[in-house]
């Protein structure tokens, strides 16, 4: 189920609340931009996607399409 705009802005509204963005914890929210973490970040979206579409191949075997 697709969420509602209204949905999605309370849930960033709730994480927002949770976060911890003291000027001496700013660093530890940021992104790791080295090339190494690229990849990895990279190869993991991949395999991701891969263990998606074998789920939706497996799903319509069992539905009997």
């Given at each position: 189920?697709?969420?509602?705009?209204?949905?999605?802005?309370?849930?960033?509204?709730?994480?927002?609340?949770?976060?911890?963005l003291?000027?001496?914890?700013?660093?530890?929210?940021?992104?790791?931009l080295?090339?190494?973490?690229?990849?990895?970040?990279?190869?993991?979206?991949?395999?991701?996607?891969?263990t998606?579409?074998?789920?939706?191949?497996?799903?319509?075997?069992?539905?009997?399409?």
């Open positions: 189920m697709i969420p509602s705009p209204e949905e999605v802005e309370a849930r960033l509204r709730r994480a927002s609340a949770l976060s911890d003291r000027a001496d914890r700013r660093l530890d929210a940021k992104i790791d080295s090339p190494d973490a690229i990849e990895a970040r990279l190869r993991e979206a991949s395999s991701l996607l891969t998606c579409l074998e789920l939706a191949r497996f799903s319509r075997r069992e539905d009997g399409d």
